[in-house]
Every structure is written in C-alpha cells, then in structure tokens.
C-alpha cells in the first residue's frame, strides 16, 4: 500500500514557502501550509489540489508572538496529522542601524526567526523521533556566516539557526531523523521590499524562489545537514572566512544598499 507523507511548511503564502510547496506537491506530498493570509493561502491550496491530487490544509496564524509554535502544534494535532517534513521557512529582516530600529521590530523578528523555530522544532522533533522518522529543514541564511552592518539582528538569527540545526543534526546521528540547514544567499521575493531595501544591489540578477525551492528539496533528499545555495555563494562564503569580521560586517552591510 503506498504512503503519501506530509509537509508543514511557514511562511507558505509567498515567495520561498510557496514555491516550495508545489514543488513538494509535485512529488506527491500532502501539505500543511502555514502563514498569516488566509486569503493568498486558500488560492494556493485551490491552484494546488486542482494541479497535483494531493490533499492541502491551511491555518492562518501569526507565529510572530509568545507561545504560536505550541498554538500550531495543537491545531495540527486536532486535524489529526503527522508531519513528516517540517519546513521552517517563515522569517523576515529590517535594514537599518540598530539604535534606529524599533524594539517591536527587533523582538518580532527574534520570536520569529529564533523562538517559534526552536520551539517549532522541539515539538515536531519529539514526535519525529518517536516514530523514528522525519526530517526538518531550517531556513538559514548566506547571512549566518558574518555579522551585516545595518542588519544586526536579522544576520545574528540566522547565525542562531544555522548553529542550532547543526548541533542537533550531529545529534540525530544514528537515527532516522535528518535534519537540514538551507543557506539562500539574495533570491526574488517580497523579503527585500519588507526589509527596506527594494533597490539593494545585491537583489539584482539573483536565483528566483522556484530555483531555491528544487533546491530545498534536493538538499533534503540528499540528507544534506548544511546546504549554500548556489556556487558563487558557495565561493562567497569561503572567501568570507580569510577576513576579518569587522570588514566582512562592513562588506556585507555595503553590498545591501
């Protein structure tokens, strides 16, 4: 008898999340898309099971506050589904000085992009490793590797994502539970527009969503534990490790404006 696995994917209203989400319904996998618009969630469930036959549900919540990761967690569990893949892919960034910032921006960015995730995975997690099976991928950043001047908080999360999905990736060893760290560097999505920079350099000429998304899903096939999207960011990032951190904060920080 065949066995058709489900994916829980944040964020899955645009960009990254929602690509990903086709592309995982294209190779047969039920979906559980995550993210505050309702709206843009239910046309992609509609587009979604009129294309691929999978079956798709949606829960608008906003898991930038205290306490969404277990308010999801329980509403997965009251529609009686276990996930096989978790896809932590919602995040978002803001460009600007850090004493210029709101601290409401920067705390919703770090329930967000750090809280919600780790607890996010936590619980999933417990139940992956009761069955002995699963896989969660994290949504890092080419941003983990350096501090970015005019973006403090948002590099400093995804340096926490990338060493915390490595750490419990070592220790997952020996089980069959894999867990990935995506690093994107810039890709085409409402992520720079919502960031404050529309009109960065570095958001010319860069992969799309799509691209990424086959990527992801690649990687998690791969049982990849730490994955750079694409070759010149592969090269970036070493090249990034013969510099100072003070000069690769002020590089990065340039390369955004």
């Given at each position: 008898?065949?066995?058709?696995?489900?994916?829980?994917?944040?964020?899955?209203?645009s960009?990254?999340?929602?690509?990903?989400?086709?592309?995982?319904?294209?190779?047969?996998?039920?979906l559980?898309?995550?993210?505050?618009?309702?709206?843009?969630?239910?046309?992609?469930?509609?587009?979604?099971?009129?294309?691929?036959?999978?079956?798709?549900?949606?829960?608008?919540?906003?898991?930038?506050?205290?306490?969404?990761?277990?308010?999801?967690?329980?509403?997965v569990?009251?529609?009686?589904?276990?996930?096989d893949?978790?896809i932590?892919?919602?995040?978002?960034?803001?460009?600007?000085n850090?004493?210029?910032?709101?601290?409401?921006?920067?705390?919703?960015?770090?329930?967000?992009?750090?809280?919600?995730?780790?607890?996010?995975?936590?619980?999933?997690?417990?139940?992956?490793?009761?069955?002995?099976?699963?896989?969660?991928i994290?949504?890092?950043?080419?941003?983990?590797?350096?501090p970015?001047?005019?973006?403090?908080?948002?590099?400093?999360?995804?340096?926490?994502?990338?060493?915390?999905?490595?750490?419990v990736?070592?220790e997952?060893?020996?089980?069959?539970?894999?867990?990935?760290?995506?690093?994107?560097g810039?890709?085409?999505?409402?992520?720079?527009?919502?960031?404050?920079?529309?009109?960065?350099?570095?958001?010319?000429?860069?992969?799309?969503?799509?691209?990424?998304?086959?990527?992801?899903?690649?990687?998690?096939?791969?049982?990849?534990v730490?994955?750079?999207?694409?070759?010149?960011?592969?090269?970036?990032?070493?090249?990034?490790?013969?510099?100072?951190?003070?000069?690769?904060?002020?590089?990065?920080?340039?390369?955004?404006?």
């Amino acid at each position: 008898m065949s066995f058709t696995k489900t994916v829980l994917i944040t964020g899955a209203s645009s960009g990254i999340g929602k690509e990903t989400a086709y592309i995982f319904a294209e190779n047969k996998y039920n979906l559980i898309l995550v993210a505050r618009r309702k709206d843009a969630l239910e046309q992609i469930k509609s587009d979604i099971q009129n294309k691929f036959l999978v079956n798709v549900e949606v829960i608008d919540i906003d898991l930038a506050r205290q306490n969404s990761a277990v308010e999801l967690y329980d509403k997965v569990k009251e529609k009686k589904l276990k996930v096989d893949v978790l896809i932590n892919n919602a995040g978002f960034g803001t460009k600007g000085n850090f004493s210029t910032i709101e601290p409401e921006k920067s705390e919703s960015m770090l329930l967000l992009n750090v809280v919600t995730l780790t607890n996010l995975t936590k619980l999933f997690l417990t139940d992956m490793l009761k069955s002995n099976s699963g896989h969660i991928i994290n949504i890092a950043s080419t941003a983990a590797y350096q501090p970015i001047k005019t973006m403090a908080v948002y590099a400093a999360t995804k340096a926490y994502i990338l060493s915390f999905s490595e750490a419990v990736a070592v220790e997952l060893k020996g089980s069959n539970v894999y867990m990935t760290a995506i690093n994107p560097g810039p890709i085409t999505t409402e992520f720079a527009l919502a960031a404050g920079f529309p009109e960065s350099k570095a958001f010319v000429n860069v992969p799309s969503s799509k691209d990424l998304a086959k990527f992801i899903y690649k990687s998690m096939l791969k049982k990849k534990v730490s994955a750079i999207h694409t070759f010149k960011n592969q090269f970036l990032m070493i090249a990034s490790k013969f510099m100072t951190r003070t000069f690769a904060a002020k590089l990065a920080g340039k390369m955004m404006d």
